[in-house]
């Protein structure tokens, strides 16, 4: 049976707003944990949304993804895995909690177009099992709820329905339903359980999800070899 909820009332997602570092764009410093994941957590960590993967189809690794034209059309060959970390070591760049994909172009001046990248804002389905692995015995069968932002519904829904975004609520599963549901984009903006002992954001502009949480399920996440989980602080820049 389904017990996936949507709510009209927002009040449920208001704690997130209240204990987040608001942007302050005339005085931009720069976009950083504390702007999307509330604060009062003991650990904090980066998951990205999936490895990268390899297009067997491009042999030259010296070429970039500006090279193609934004119309060329464009078939893949997924070949292996590859984790930032393997990256990082191939490419002589610092691994570190500042780590990002970007990091690749910055050091490369472009994107290798053999690389595929991980979806930005948007968890692969096989990494959002591996996570709710690892939360499963911290969730305790408590009511779970998934926010998505208005970035995460417009243009999948009529436009009098986008509002201010849309609030579930359902057992810890219930996110494959709502993942499967067509006119939401996948993975959640924010999802946490009713205690609020821990909480995970994927924002619509990053490749990677941060969570915030106990000692214990940040040792879980990070001893996981499937999942690549960078600690980070609340402080740590997430932009470029």
């Not at 499963?136 to 009529?158: E, Q, S």
Request: glycine letters at 6%.
């Amino acid at each position: 049976m389904i017990l996936i909820k949507r709510w009209n009332d927002l009040t449920a997602y208001e704690w997130i707003e209240e204990n987040t570092v608001s942007v302050d764009f005339e005085n931009w410093n720069g976009g950083r944990v504390g702007n999307l994941i509330p604060n009062g957590y003991t650990h904090y960590c980066k998951i990205m949304n999936s490895t990268f993967y390899r297009d067997q189809s491009i042999q030259d690794e010296t070429l970039f993804w500006s090279q193609f034209h934004p119309l060329h059309e464009i078939e893949m060959d997924l070949g292996e895995g590859i984790t930032l970390k393997e990256l990082a070591t191939k490419y002589d760049i610092l691994y570190d909690k500042k780590i990002s994909s970007k990091a690749i172009a910055k050091k490369l001046g472009g994107c290798p177009r053999y690389l595929i990248y991980p979806d930005e804002g948007h968890i692969n389905l096989d990494v959002l099992k591996e996570m709710t692995k690892v939360l499963a015995p911290f969730a305790n069968n408590k009511t779970c709820y998934f926010f998505y932002h208005i970035m995460k519904l417009i243009g999948r829904i009529p436009e009098d329905e986008v509002e201010n975004g849309h609030l579930y609520t359902g057992k810890l599963s219930d996110i494959f339903t709502i993942y499967n549901k067509g006119e939401l984009d996948g993975s959640p903006t924010y999802w946490w359980p009713e205690d609020r002992s821990w909480c995970l954001s994927t924002d619509y502009d990053l490749d990677f999800t941060i969570f915030g949480g106990s000692k214990r399920l940040f040792d879980a996440l990070m001893s996981n070899d499937k999942l690549e989980c960078i600690e980070v602080d609340l402080e740590t820049r997430i932009d470029e």
